[in-house]
């Protein structure tokens, strides 16, 4: 039995799994179009940096995203797993997961020794990605073979979900 409130709230919490019913319909179409296979980029979605300087009338490609697919309740697995400091009490749930979020966020980039960043992406089963790169940013941010290979497997190794993943393409439903 847990002795104070604080460890009920935070061992008892629990964020479900996305499922394609809690997905808003926009989400499930844009969902279906089909991204680049491998890590090669299109060049559909590589940014022209030349002509970005130069043509005023030049509109950037979308950005997709070179990520894991993750879930808040993974986040929420890995911050017990891994022992990370209890978020306040009294915070409301969803401030909650968004502290817990953070917590995971800085706490992979700690060990990978890398820019990792959490976005949400456009997906049916996931809430967010884990990006290792962009497709704006891949041809001039691109890890050396074994770093990236070094961050894939410390991601994989910590992130329970992610030991059975590949990283792949995600749209974000944000354009930055």
Known sequence: MASTTEEVT?????????????????????????LPPGKEVS????????RL????????PERLYW??????????????KHNLPRPPPDFETRS???????????????HCNYGLRFLSP????????IIIYDSHSIAYSKLIAHEEDEVVQ????RMD?????????FFCPVKF
């Open 10 to 34: 935070y061992e008892t919490m629990f964020c479900p799994r996305r499922t394609p019913d809690d997905v808003p319909d926009g989400i499930k179409e844009r969902a279906k179009l089909i």
């Open 53 to 60: 300087r130069r043509d005023p009338d030049y509109v950037k």
């Open 43 to 50: 060049a559909k979605y590589r940014l022209d940096r030349v």
């Open 96 to 110: 909650l997961w968004s502290t817990i979020m953070c917590d995971v966020e800085q706490d992979l980039r700690k």
């Open 154 to 157: 410390i991601i994989k190794e």
């Open 161 to 169: 979900v992610c030991k059975n993943q590949e990283p792949r393409w």
């Open 122 to 129: 456009v997906s049916v089963e996931y809430a967010l990605m």
């Open 67 to 80: 990520a894991f697919g993750i879930n808040i309740q993974d986040c929420v697995e890995y911050h017990r």
